[in-house]
């Protein structure tokens, strides 16, 4: 009851949530080990310098997804959205819009599109699933109408060695300094705030969260909003890491970001999920995609790996969550 009146998860459940990011922190160095022994490049410099800005794009809008998902809805037009964004800057520029109006005018643009979705899912009553598919196709066509097959790729040296060059002599990328202060402020947000706290409640019951006196729709439509935000300021980084507005920017972004949302503990029914478990996942697949990349594994494989993983991520808590409902049962059945 105290969650579905917007107070924090009890200490089961954190201690839960503590237990599955501690199983993934031993994955992760699991997958270190394995990077190391796959490739004799993996531990060096340039190489996790490639790993964590190829994590950027990824952890931007799993921050968002993280929300939306543990509000018990879903978002899957996020690649589409930054497509469009990197198709709209791409056409703004080389229309001769100067490059802050043009970033300005394509993260506009994706939260417009956030907006959108939760438009139709919070006033018309629409299962976020349906919308998102429908979206997802009408978001990346729009790029399409607007790039086409072309790509523009002339853009300003200053920004592009933003989306390719490290922070002075470290091996630290410059996007992912973007990630890291976007990640600290989705963190307070869901996890020190009583907006986070609606979300988790909104999750848990929409209508007794309704009932309490929050405002279930507007919380939901914010959360869409800043899903299409994100992507696509995701999208104006994957533009200029890339050096290359294209249509298709993305594509197939939105599995990989659902998997590491779920796989990092968050339920895909609502309500349960930090944060915390979430990075640690996102860094966890980009540090798997990047050692099976650097062994030579193509990129079918990858995608058969991303797919495994969004399995496990909803079929593993359901089996720990049956193995323990037996466990309880037994022990009543003994008990009497």
Known sequence: ??????????????????????????????????????????????????????????????LPMTLVIIAAEIDLSVASVLGLSSALLGVLWHAGLPMPLAIGAACVAGACAGWVNGWIVVRMGLPSLAVTIGTMALYRGLAYVLLGSRAVANFPGAYTDFGINDIGSSFVPQPFVVLFVAAVAFVLLLHATTFGRAVYAIGTNAVAARFSGLDVARTKLRLF??????????????????????????????????????????????????LGGVLLSVLLVGVLRNALTLYDISSETLTIVTGLLLLSSVLVPNLIARVRALRDQRALAASR
């Not at 999208?235 to 594509?251: H, M």
């Open 1 to 62: 009851m105290a969650e579905q009146i917007g107070m924090a998860p009890s200490a089961g459940r954190r201690s839960m949530h503590l237990r599955w990011e501690w199983i993934l922190v031993c994955a992760l160095i699991a997958s270190l080990v394995l990077g190391r022994v796959l490739s004799p490049y993996f531990l060096t410099g340039d190489n996790i310098s490639d790993i964590l800005a190829g994590i950027s794009e990824l952890g931007l809008i799993a």
């Open 225 to 274: 909003v800043l899903s299409g935000l994100l992507s696509a300021v995701a999208g104006v980084i994957y533009t200029l890491r890339f050096t290359s507005a294209r249509g298709d920017n993305g594509q197939g972004l939105e599995l990989s970001v659902i998997a590491a949302v779920l796989f990092g503990g968050v339920s895909i029914f609502g309500g349960k999920g930090s």
